[in-house]
T-cell receptor, first 119, second 114 residues
Framework: GAVVSQHPSWVICKSGTSVKIECRSL??????MFWYRQFPKQSLMLMAT?????????EQGVEKDKFLINHASLTLSTLTVTSAHPEDSSFYIC???????????????FGPGTRLTVL | AQSVTQLDSQVPVFEEAPVELRCNYS??????LFWYVQYPNQGLQLLLK??????LVKGINGFEAEFNKSQTSFHLRKPSVHISDTAEYFC????????????FGQGTILTVHP
Protein backbone atom coordinates (compact mmCIF):
# COMPACT_ATOMS: atom_id res chain seq x y z
CA GLY A 1 0.00 0.00 0.00
CA ALA A 2 0.87 3.65 -0.07
CA VAL A 3 3.45 4.96 2.39
CA VAL A 4 3.56 8.17 4.35
CA SER A 5 6.79 9.05 6.09
CA GLN A 6 7.57 11.52 8.84
CA HIS A 7 10.86 13.06 9.82
CA PRO A 8 12.20 13.15 12.40
CA SER A 9 10.74 10.21 14.29
CA TRP A 10 11.66 11.87 17.56
CA VAL A 11 13.10 15.20 18.60
CA ILE A 12 14.17 16.81 21.86
CA CYS A 13 14.51 20.56 22.00
CA LYS A 14 14.93 23.36 24.48
CA SER A 15 12.05 25.57 25.48
CA GLY A 16 11.75 28.57 23.21
CA THR A 17 13.15 26.94 20.09
CA SER A 18 11.23 26.01 16.96
CA VAL A 19 10.91 22.52 15.57
CA LYS A 20 9.96 21.48 12.05
CA ILE A 21 8.32 18.14 11.31
CA GLU A 22 8.04 16.83 7.75
CA CYS A 23 5.31 14.61 6.34
CA ARG A 24 5.82 13.03 2.93
CA SER A 25 3.66 10.88 0.74
CA LEU A 26 6.22 8.60 -0.86
CA UNK A 27 4.42 7.10 -3.85
CA UNK A 28 1.35 9.21 -4.39
CA UNK A 29 0.37 12.84 -4.54
CA UNK A 30 -1.72 14.41 -1.82
CA UNK A 31 -3.34 17.79 -2.26
CA UNK A 32 -4.56 17.49 1.30
CA MET A 33 -2.79 16.22 4.38
CA PHE A 34 -3.88 16.19 7.97
CA TRP A 35 -2.01 16.78 11.22
CA TYR A 36 -3.04 15.07 14.44
CA ARG A 37 -1.76 15.32 17.97
CA GLN A 38 -1.77 12.47 20.46
CA PHE A 39 -1.12 12.97 24.16
CA PRO A 40 0.01 10.01 26.27
CA LYS A 41 -2.78 7.53 26.81
CA GLN A 42 -5.17 9.74 24.88
CA SER A 43 -6.68 9.67 21.47
CA LEU A 44 -5.62 11.44 18.30
CA MET A 45 -7.01 14.90 17.86
CA LEU A 46 -7.12 16.66 14.52
CA MET A 47 -5.12 19.87 14.60
CA ALA A 48 -5.35 21.14 11.04
CA THR A 49 -5.89 20.36 7.40
CA UNK A 50 -2.95 21.13 5.17
CA UNK A 51 -3.85 22.24 1.65
CA UNK A 52 -1.34 22.26 -1.17
CA UNK A 53 -0.89 25.76 -2.50
CA UNK A 54 -3.16 27.47 0.02
CA UNK A 55 -3.51 28.21 3.70
CA UNK A 56 -4.07 25.48 6.19
CA UNK A 57 -7.38 25.11 7.97
CA UNK A 58 -7.07 24.89 11.73
CA GLU A 59 -9.44 23.21 14.14
CA GLN A 60 -11.01 25.21 16.89
CA GLY A 61 -8.64 25.87 19.74
CA VAL A 62 -5.45 25.28 17.74
CA GLU A 63 -3.19 28.33 17.55
CA LYS A 64 -2.25 28.87 13.92
CA ASP A 65 0.67 31.14 14.86
CA LYS A 66 1.97 28.46 17.15
CA PHE A 67 1.67 25.58 14.72
CA LEU A 68 2.73 26.75 11.28
CA ILE A 69 1.79 24.48 8.41
CA ASN A 70 3.22 24.67 4.92
CA HIS A 71 2.13 22.39 2.08
CA ALA A 72 4.67 23.39 -0.54
CA SER A 73 4.30 20.44 -2.89
CA LEU A 74 1.96 17.57 -3.63
CA THR A 75 4.11 15.21 -1.57
CA LEU A 76 5.29 17.33 1.34
CA SER A 77 3.65 19.08 4.25
CA THR A 78 5.57 20.56 7.17
CA LEU A 79 4.45 21.40 10.69
CA THR A 80 6.58 23.91 12.59
CA VAL A 81 6.06 24.22 16.31
CA THR A 82 7.22 27.75 17.05
CA SER A 83 8.67 28.81 20.40
CA ALA A 84 8.04 25.36 21.78
CA HIS A 85 7.24 24.90 25.45
CA PRO A 86 7.00 21.75 27.58
CA GLU A 87 3.24 21.65 27.15
CA ASP A 88 3.79 21.19 23.41
CA SER A 89 5.46 17.85 24.08
CA SER A 90 3.35 15.28 22.31
CA PHE A 91 3.16 12.72 19.53
CA TYR A 92 2.40 14.37 16.20
CA ILE A 93 0.96 12.24 13.39
CA CYS A 94 0.21 13.19 9.82
CA UNK A 95 -2.04 11.48 7.32
CA UNK A 96 -2.73 11.73 3.63
CA UNK A 97 -5.64 10.41 1.60
CA UNK A 98 -4.87 8.60 -1.60
CA UNK A 99 -7.56 9.02 -4.22
CA UNK A 100 -8.87 5.72 -5.48
CA UNK A 101 -9.72 7.01 -8.90
CA UNK A 102 -13.01 6.83 -10.73
CA UNK A 103 -15.62 4.73 -8.97
CA UNK A 104 -13.46 4.13 -5.94
CA UNK A 105 -13.09 5.61 -2.51
CA UNK A 106 -10.13 7.33 -0.89
CA UNK A 107 -7.88 5.56 1.55
CA UNK A 108 -6.27 7.43 4.41
CA UNK A 109 -2.63 6.61 5.12
CA PHE A 110 -0.92 7.61 8.34
CA GLY A 111 2.69 8.45 9.01
CA PRO A 112 4.58 6.73 11.83
CA GLY A 113 4.47 9.83 14.01
CA THR A 114 7.00 12.21 15.54
CA ARG A 115 7.56 12.34 19.26
CA LEU A 116 8.41 15.84 20.42
CA THR A 117 9.87 16.45 23.85
CA VAL A 118 10.43 20.03 24.94
CA LEU A 119 12.70 20.49 27.91
CA ALA B 1 -21.04 17.19 16.95
CA GLN B 2 -19.52 13.79 16.51
CA SER B 3 -18.00 11.79 19.30
CA VAL B 4 -16.58 8.31 19.65
CA THR B 5 -16.37 6.29 22.83
CA GLN B 6 -14.32 3.17 23.26
CA LEU B 7 -15.65 1.60 26.40
CA ASP B 8 -12.55 -0.33 27.41
CA SER B 9 -9.16 1.28 27.77
CA GLN B 10 -7.43 -2.08 28.21
CA VAL B 11 -8.46 -5.59 27.26
CA PRO B 12 -6.29 -8.51 28.39
CA VAL B 13 -7.00 -11.85 26.78
CA PHE B 14 -5.35 -15.23 26.40
CA GLU B 15 -4.07 -16.48 23.09
CA GLU B 16 -6.66 -18.25 20.91
CA ALA B 17 -9.53 -16.75 22.90
CA PRO B 18 -12.16 -14.58 21.20
CA VAL B 19 -12.13 -10.83 21.72
CA GLU B 20 -14.52 -7.93 21.26
CA LEU B 21 -13.46 -4.30 21.39
CA ARG B 22 -16.38 -1.99 21.85
CA CYS B 23 -17.04 1.29 20.08
CA ASN B 24 -20.03 3.60 20.28
CA TYR B 25 -20.48 6.82 18.40
CA SER B 26 -22.69 9.87 18.47
CA UNK B 27 -23.58 11.84 15.37
CA UNK B 28 -26.53 13.74 14.00
CA UNK B 29 -25.64 12.77 10.43
CA UNK B 30 -24.65 9.62 8.65
CA UNK B 31 -21.12 8.52 9.32
CA UNK B 32 -18.39 6.35 7.94
CA LEU B 33 -16.76 4.10 10.51
CA PHE B 34 -13.23 2.79 10.81
CA TRP B 35 -11.02 0.66 12.98
CA TYR B 36 -7.28 1.31 13.03
CA VAL B 37 -4.48 -0.59 14.75
CA GLN B 38 -1.30 0.98 16.07
CA TYR B 39 1.68 -1.18 16.90
CA PRO B 40 4.40 0.25 19.16
CA ASN B 41 6.38 2.99 17.47
CA GLN B 42 4.44 2.64 14.24
CA GLY B 43 1.74 4.58 12.44
CA LEU B 44 -1.91 3.69 12.23
CA GLN B 45 -2.95 0.88 9.93
CA LEU B 46 -6.48 0.50 8.64
CA LEU B 47 -8.13 -2.73 9.79
CA LEU B 48 -11.52 -2.26 8.21
CA LYS B 49 -14.12 0.32 7.32
CA UNK B 50 -17.86 0.63 6.96
CA UNK B 51 -19.17 2.93 4.26
CA UNK B 52 -22.52 1.41 3.32
CA UNK B 53 -24.14 -1.89 2.45
CA UNK B 54 -23.68 -5.00 4.54
CA UNK B 55 -23.44 -4.19 8.21
CA LEU B 56 -20.89 -6.94 8.79
CA VAL B 57 -17.49 -5.83 7.60
CA LYS B 58 -14.47 -8.07 7.32
CA GLY B 59 -10.98 -6.68 7.54
CA ILE B 60 -7.39 -7.77 7.65
CA ASN B 61 -5.83 -10.21 10.09
CA GLY B 62 -9.13 -12.01 10.70
CA PHE B 63 -10.91 -9.05 12.28
CA GLU B 64 -14.50 -8.13 11.60
CA ALA B 65 -16.90 -5.49 12.83
CA GLU B 66 -20.64 -5.04 12.79
CA PHE B 67 -22.38 -1.73 12.29
CA ASN B 68 -25.50 -1.39 14.41
CA LYS B 69 -27.29 1.80 13.55
CA SER B 70 -29.96 1.52 16.23
CA GLN B 71 -27.35 1.10 18.95
CA THR B 72 -24.86 3.43 17.24
CA SER B 73 -22.15 0.86 17.70
CA PHE B 74 -19.33 -0.57 15.63
CA HIS B 75 -17.73 -3.30 17.74
CA LEU B 76 -14.61 -5.07 16.56
CA ARG B 77 -14.32 -8.83 16.94
CA LYS B 78 -11.89 -11.66 16.33
CA PRO B 79 -12.76 -15.28 17.06
CA SER B 80 -9.22 -16.33 18.00
CA VAL B 81 -6.45 -13.89 18.82
CA HIS B 82 -2.70 -14.29 18.47
CA ILE B 83 0.18 -12.85 20.41
CA SER B 84 0.90 -10.65 17.40
CA ASP B 85 -2.48 -8.94 17.80
CA THR B 86 -1.15 -7.13 20.86
CA ALA B 87 -1.48 -3.45 19.96
CA GLU B 88 -3.63 -0.40 20.47
CA TYR B 89 -6.87 -0.22 18.51
CA PHE B 90 -8.70 2.96 17.58
CA CYS B 91 -12.25 3.40 16.42
CA UNK B 92 -12.88 6.47 14.25
CA UNK B 93 -15.74 8.17 12.44
CA UNK B 94 -16.01 10.61 9.57
CA UNK B 95 -18.85 12.09 7.60
CA UNK B 96 -16.65 13.24 4.74
CA UNK B 97 -16.13 10.99 1.77
CA UNK B 98 -12.43 11.77 1.82
CA UNK B 99 -12.23 10.46 5.39
CA UNK B 100 -9.86 13.25 6.20
CA UNK B 101 -11.39 14.67 9.34
CA UNK B 102 -11.47 11.64 11.52
CA UNK B 103 -12.75 11.73 15.06
CA PHE B 104 -11.02 9.05 17.09
CA GLY B 105 -12.00 7.14 20.16
CA GLN B 106 -9.70 6.99 23.15
CA GLY B 107 -8.11 3.74 22.05
CA THR B 108 -8.14 0.23 23.51
CA ILE B 109 -4.94 -1.55 24.34
CA LEU B 110 -5.32 -5.24 23.54
CA THR B 111 -2.81 -7.45 25.30
CA VAL B 112 -2.71 -11.10 24.30
CA HIS B 113 -1.12 -13.41 26.86
CA PRO B 114 0.32 -16.84 26.07
Amino acid sequence: GAVVSQHPSWVICKSGTSVKIECRSLDFQATTMFWYRQFPKQSLMLMATSNEGSKATYEQGVEKDKFLINHASLTLSTLTVTSAHPEDSSFYICSAPQAAGSGGTDTQYFGPGTRLTVL
Amino acid sequence: AQSVTQLDSQVPVFEEAPVELRCNYSSSVSVYLFWYVQYPNQGLQLLLKYLSGSTLVKGINGFEAEFNKSQTSFHLRKPSVHISDTAEYFCAVSFLTSYGKLTFGQGTILTVHP
